[in-house]
């Protein structure tokens, strides 16, 4: 089964760029999609397609993908980003997958 | 405007099946490429999809579930219906209905979630 791997948890000052990694063998071969989950709501997509934004999210928000690690950048990062971020894949041989989930605390 | 809302038990008790529906409205689900699921998340854990169906009728479960899983929908009144069978105290979770789109349907409307807890 294909497994992504992500950080349990980082800390960022309010400014500063928070880029969260996430794990997966040959990841850079597949579309990545980010979700943001504040606590007691529903997850957010925040970036489809590795750098892809629905509408309504802000631009600080933009993803890559290469090789074995695809990241999620937040720039200029604010209080109200402070949140759990889960990355999601599709895989020929496990379908939907998601990542271990990372919480982001802003200091 | 897209909507998808869960309804369906608070609790079960162990070895009972789970029934739950999800609503939707706003969208299709014969439009290609949509396609409406379930996923949940445990108290303090990650998201584990659950299952799918595609806008060509096609439904996929997740592997190390598919045995206990049965997934239905009925088009005329844009609702979905999970049925998971022989539930466990580890299976207590936020259920999610989702709506998916793309080229690898991301998950772009979520339900607000229901909390199924499983206890004698």
């Known amino acids: 089964s294909y497994e992504l791997t992500q950080p349990p948890s980082m800390s960022v000052a309010p400014g500063q760029t928070a880029r969260i990694p996430c794990g997966g063998n040959n990841i850079g071969r597949k579309r990545v999609h980010w979700y943001q989950q504040k606590p007691g709501q529903a997850p957010v997509l925040v970036v489809y397609d590795d750098s892809d934004r629905p509408s309504g999210i802000p631009e600080r928000f933009s993803g890559s993908n290469s090789g074995n690690t695809a990241t999620l950048t937040i720039s200029r990062v604010e209080a109200g980003d402070e949140a759990d971020y889960y990355c999601?894949?599709?895989?020929?041989?496990?379908?939907?997958?998601f990542g271990t989930g990372t919480k982001v605390t802003v200091l | 405007q897209i909507t998808l809302k869960e309804s369906g038990p608070t609790l079960v008790k162990p070895t009972q099946t789970l029934t739950l529906t999800c609503t939707f409205s706003g969208f299709s689900l014969s439009t290609s490429g949509v396609g409406v699921g379930w996923i949940r998340q445990p108290p303090g854990k990650a998201l584990e999809w659950l299952t799918l169906i595609n806008w060509d009728d096609e439904k996929r479960y997740s592997p190390s579930l598919k045995s206990r899983l049965t997934l239905t929908k009925d088009t005329s009144k844009n609702q979905m219906v999970l049925t998971m069978t022989n539930m466990d105290p580890v299976d207590t979770a936020t259920y999610y209905c989702?709506?998916?789109?793309?080229?690898?349907?991301?998950?772009?409307?979520w339900g607000q979630g229901t909390l199924v807890t499983v206890s004698s």
């Open positions: 999601q894949v599709w895989d020929i041989t496990s379908d939907f997958v």
């Open positions: 989702v709506h998916g789109s793309g080229y690898d349907l991301a998950f772009d409307h």
